[in-house]
């Protein structure tokens, strides 16, 4: 029997939407092929939005995304809302999808592909072979504990103020995200924490360890966060899948991410506890490269093979997109940005049609 699925498209600006229509004929051909169908809705978000409707997240996108069994988004944002206040800027319509979505489980892979090794900026014996995943919790930690602020002392003198709290029920949720990701890969989770100084890190250990009874065929170690950036750097191949909280995933995603080197490349994907998930790429709107057919698709393609994998639970449909992308590569097919000696140079569409071909 076919599976349906409805999916929300949201090509925001800049690139978004020729990165997205490549993105989008590449998932009809695989549907074509593995027996799912996709009912595809698009909406406004970001910049886009703003222009039509005022609102960097119109109640209808949201309502839209709410009803859908993943959304997948482009990127918004560039040049001509700079200017807006804060609240009203294309980058508050992302912060208030994800809070809409109840997106607490952010999952950011860094994968070496063999035929860009030479991008990243380490040695190729230190990268080669490396494939890690990091599940960052969202909504949580430093980001938003209170007390928050800026205060005057008695003194006069000011305080700034943030708190990095954790309750047990957000350091099990994520978690459990964090092991049946695990599950899904090599089998390997590394929790990441600072127990050795704070309270909130003893916590967050205690209950991963005692999560771990629930995973027999996961193996969990801890390490400290000074550590694993270092770790992360020396020998990236201990890592398989590397669990943290909010602050501490923020800074070894983007360490993580760019041992790969090529900001076209990563996509990432945020799941919430039962909603449908969000699927991205890392990279932004690129407004310099806007409308030139300059823009590498793969980040965004590979938001959809991550969509299939963690959000539609198609690993075979996920498997074939991501065969695909390294096809092409090994062809020789490659985007401005990641372009090297004696490679084909392809405008978005025409890896769009690379990919299509392969498949
Ligand atoms: P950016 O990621 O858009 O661009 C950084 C550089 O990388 C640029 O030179 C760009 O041309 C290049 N680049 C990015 N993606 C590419 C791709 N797919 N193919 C080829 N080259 C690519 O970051 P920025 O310049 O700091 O931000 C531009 C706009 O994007 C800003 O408005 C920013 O707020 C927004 N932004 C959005 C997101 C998002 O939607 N999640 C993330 C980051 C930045």
């Given at each position: 029997?076919t599976?349906?699925?409805?999916?929300?498209?949201?090509?925001?600006?800049?690139?978004?939407?020729?990165?997205?229509?490549?993105?989008?004929?590449?998932?009809?051909?695989?549907?074509?092929?593995?027996?799912?169908?996709?009912?595809?809705?698009?909406?406004?978000?970001?910049?886009?939005?703003?222009?039509?409707?005022?609102?960097?997240?119109?109640?209808?996108?949201?309502?839209?995304?709410?009803?859908?069994?993943?959304?997948?988004l482009?990127?918004?944002?560039?040049?001509?809302?700079?200017?807006?206040?804060?609240?009203?800027r294309?980058?508050?319509?992302l912060l208030?999808?994800?809070?809409?979505?109840g997106?607490?489980?952010?999952?950011?892979?860094?994968?070496?592909?063999?035929?860009?090794i030479?991008?990243?900026?380490?040695?190729?014996?230190?990268?080669?072979?490396?494939?890690?995943?990091?599940?960052?919790?969202?909504?949580?930690g430093?980001?938003?504990?209170?007390?928050?602020?800026?205060?005057?002392?008695?003194?006069?003198?000011?305080r700034?103020?943030?708190t990095?709290?954790?309750?047990?029920?957000?350091?099990?949720?994520?978690?459990r995200?964090?092991?049946?990701?695990?599950?899904?890969?090599?089998?390997?989770?590394?929790?990441?924490d600072?127990?050795?100084?704070?309270?909130?890190?003893?916590?967050?250990?205690?209950?991963?360890?005692?999560?771990?009874?629930?995973?027999?065929?996961?193996?969990l170690?801890?390490?400290?966060?000074?550590?694993?950036?270092?770790?992360?750097?020396?020998a990236?191949?201990?890592?398989?899948?590397?669990?943290?909280?909010?602050?501490?995933?923020?800074?070894?995603?983007?360490?993580?991410?760019?041992?790969?080197?090529?900001?076209?490349?990563?996509?990432?994907?945020?799941?919430?506890?039962?909603?449908?998930?969000?699927?991205?790429p890392?990279?932004?709107?690129?407004?310099?490269?806007?409308?030139?057919?300059?823009a590498?698709?793969?980040?965004?393609?590979?938001?959809?093979?991550?969509m299939?994998?963690?959000?539609?639970?198609?690993?075979?449909?996920?498997?074939?997109?991501?065969?695909?992308?390294?096809?092409?590569?090994?062809?020789?097919?490659?985007?401005g940005?990641?372009?090297?000696?004696g490679?084909?140079?392809?405008?978005?569409?025409?890896?769009?049609?690379?990919?299509l071909a392969?498949?």
């Amino acid at each position: 029997m076919t599976q349906r699925y409805r999916i929300t498209l949201l090509p925001g600006d800049g690139i978004g939407p020729e990165i997205m229509a490549v993105t989008v004929d590449v998932l009809k051909k695989v549907a074509a092929q593995t027996g799912i169908a996709f009912d595809f809705q698009e909406a406004l978000v970001g910049g886009a939005a703003i222009d039509a409707t005022g609102s960097p997240l119109p109640a209808d996108t949201l309502a839209m995304c709410k009803d859908s069994d993943a959304v997948l988004l482009a990127a918004i944002g560039g040049y001509k809302w700079d200017n807006l206040p804060n609240d009203s800027r294309p980058e508050k319509g992302l912060l208030n999808l994800r809070s809409g979505l109840g997106l607490f489980a952010n999952l950011r892979p860094a994968a070496i592909l063999p035929q860009l090794i030479d991008a990243s900026s380490l040695k190729r014996e230190v990268v080669e072979g490396v494939d890690i995943m990091v599940v960052r919790e969202l909504t949580g930690g430093i980001y938003f504990g209170q007390p928050r602020g800026i205060f005057e002392t008695e003194t006069g003198e000011k305080r700034g103020v943030n708190t990095m709290v954790y309750s047990e029920s957000e350091i099990d949720r994520i978690g459990r995200v964090a092991f049946e990701t695990a599950r899904k890969r090599r089998k390997k989770l590394c929790s990441v924490d600072k127990s050795n100084v704070l309270e909130v890190s003893q916590l967050w250990r205690d209950r991963m360890t005692q999560l771990a009874a629930a995973y027999p065929d996961v193996e969990l170690s801890h390490m400290y966060v000074d550590n694993a950036a270092m770790q992360l750097l020396r020998a990236p191949k201990q890592f398989d899948t590397i669990v943290t909280g909010n602050l501490f995933g923020d800074i070894l995603s983007d360490a993580a991410a760019m041992l790969t080197g090529s900001i076209g490349m990563l996509p990432s994907a945020s799941m919430g506890a039962n909603g449908p998930g969000l699927f991205e790429p890392v990279h932004g709107s690129a407004p310099d490269i806007a409308g030139q057919d300059k823009a590498n698709p793969l980040a965004q393609v590979l938001s959809a093979a991550m969509m299939l994998r963690y959000g539609l639970n198609q690993p075979e449909a996920a498997d074939q997109i991501e065969q695909a992308v390294l096809k092409v590569l090994d062809q020789g097919y490659r985007t401005g940005d990641i372009l090297s000696e004696g490679m084909t140079l392809v405008g978005c569409k025409g890896m769009g049609e690379a990919l299509l071909a392969v498949l």
